[in-house]
């Protein structure tokens, strides 16, 4: 069974940084693409950023040169990293992968539990 396990969430003052993780665990393959949402208060999932396996990016005009979506490979692991951050970036970011596994060799899409990011005024 694959599972994604988001980390680096937390509290931050405006203009602060943070670094976001996202394991993924189990019998994979390989890892497609993955994404980063957030859900604000009241409002709906909102994608963030995504990569692709061959390491093309996209962002939401709202996080562009302020967020960067990476990835390892070796490590089943994708990052955001995010600065010069905003009172508007407060929500819960989920990481979304579709991943080949033992499981689903032609690919599955998984979600993880998401992680709270804070940004006070």
């Known amino acids: 069974q694959v599972q994604l396990v988001e980390s680096g969430g937390g509290l931050v003052q405006a203009g602060g940084s943070l670094r976001l993780s996202c394991a993924a665990s189990?019998?994979?393959?390989?890892?497609?693409?993955m994404h980063w949402y957030r859900q604000a208060p009241g409002k709906q999932h909102e994608l963030v950023a995504f990569?692709?396996?061959?390491?093309?990016?996209n962002y939401a005009d709202s996080v562009k040169g302020r967020f960067t979506i990476s990835r390892d490979n070796a490590k089943n692991t994708g990052y955001l990293q995010m600065n010069s951050l905003k009172p508007e970036d407060t929500g819960v970011y989920y990481c979304?992968?579709?991943?080949?596994?033992?499981?689903?060799?032609?690919?599955?899409?998984?979600w993880g539990q998401g992680t709270q990011v804070t940004v006070s005024s």
């Open positions: 990569i692709t396996s061959g390491g093309d990016t």
């Open positions: 189990g019998s994979i393959f390989s890892i497609n693409v």
């Open positions: 979304n992968a579709d991943v080949r596994s033992h499981s689903y060799p032609l690919g599955n899409t998984y």
